[in-house]
């Protein structure tokens, strides 16, 4: 019983471990980009924002979707209408926190990181919905 414990405590420590891993991996690929970050992991009632991020005159929410293998469906395929609308709330109440910070527009990009570190794979969908 004990040995269960000790193994179910620790796949979610690894699981945020390997999370950190690629948005840290997302991040570096953005800000070569030239993307700078305002925030990281804002967490509300209505659910999470990975990256807060601008670039140039614009705001940029980014969501960060990690597959080991691509098998069964790429991380942006997993952001669906549901996802969507988390995002957006989210978002909104980033913004009615934040209202000093004004941009010229905002948008939602996806960042579909695949594979095994350090040979991660990245596809990156710009204004993705």
């Not at 009632?45 to 990256?51: H, I, T």
């Amino acid at each position: 019983m004990s040995a269960t414990r000790s193994t179910t405590a620790s796949f979610p420590r690894n699981s945020v471990e390997r999370g950190k891993e690629v948005e840290d991996f997302a991040l570096r690929y953005l800000e070569r980009e030239k993307f700078r970050l305002l925030e990281r992991n804002f967490h509300c009632k209505g659910g999470e924002l990975d990256l807060i991020m601008t670039d140039r005159d614009e705001l940029v929410f980014v969501e960060v979707r990690y597959r080991g293998s691509v098998d069964f469906g790429d991380g942006i395929e997993s952001v669906d209408r549901h996802k969507q609308r988390k995002l957006r709330i989210a978002a909104e109440t980033w913004l009615q926190r934040n209202p000093q910070i004004t941009f010229r527009g905002c948008r939602f990009d996806v960042i579909s990181v695949s594979g095994k570190s350090p040979n991660y794979q990245i596809e990156w969908v710009d204004d993705a919905f």
